[in-house]
């Protein structure tokens, strides 16, 4: 008899101590930092979306219209937010968690290919929802198509408080780049972790002209002259106020920065000085 009260003293006390492992003490339990699938469109989900600890309910109602679809967020019932519907032929979302609970929300639109498309990143705060960024708007007077990539790389990726994009260019200075984007939590919201960043893979390109680079994105100090032929290495990009600047590294390890091409400098199906930077007018 006295064996069996210790073995069920014992059991006891394992299940307060597994309890407690667990949370079963009352507090809310923190969800795991990382960014959801895609979710249904029409379809009513549960996140508490705002971090007052109460469940909210998103939806995000579609209908088509001729060929376009309209994308409109409700939350609790009510409209707060509509995506642009201009050759939109797909509109979905996915949400964000970060470490400290804090949730985002990557919503985009879709035309007939990835490259014609909307990418944003939205966040609900006091009953309203607010744009806290629209990814293809970083640069657009600097390139043709761009989207975010979930292939063969997740596009978005969370690290504690931070976030990484993977967004893809179509930039007019060397064609098609992938850009890691990194942005951090900061006062409430996420904002970029500084202007410069890497690409996902540098790589090596022609110069079909001479060209100048300068000491420092939007310099006026010149770092050296490209010559034509002359092979050299991008691989970090440098975006403030909208405006592009790349980083041209040569054989030698000399690094000097690039101003980017705008739409109206974009050469004719290739860049204006690279032999092997091609894109499609």
Known sequence: MKRIKKISCMIMFLLVILGTALGFSGKTVQAAA???????????????????????????????????????????????????????DYAGYRIITLANGKRFIYAWTEGPNPGISSHRILQYQKGKMKTVCILTDLMKNYQGASYVSWYPNRGITVSGNSIKVRFVSMNWTTGGMEYVIPYKYKNGTLVRSGYSGYFSQSR????S??????????S?????????????????????????????????????WLNAYTDKQRGRGRSPIFYNGYYAN
């Open 34 to 88: 990382g960014v959801s699938g895609n979710l249904r469109n029409n379809r009513v989900y549960k996140y508490d979306l705002d971090g007052n600890r109460k469940t909210d309910r998103i939806v995000l109602k579609t209908r088509r219209s001729g060929y376009n679809i309209s994308g409109v967020f409700y939350v609790n019932g009510k409209k707060v937010y509509s995506l642009p519907k201009t050759d939109c």
């Open 209 to 218: 002209k001479q060209f100048s680079t300068y000491k420092k994105p939007g």
């Open 204 to 207: 090596t390109f022609k110069a």
């Open 220 to 256: 006026r100090s010149r770092a050296f002259v490209v010559k034509k032929r002359e092979n050299v290495i991008i691989d970090k990009y440098y975006i403030k106020k909208g405006k592009l600047y790349l980083q041209v590294r040569r054989s030698n390890g000399q690094t000097g």
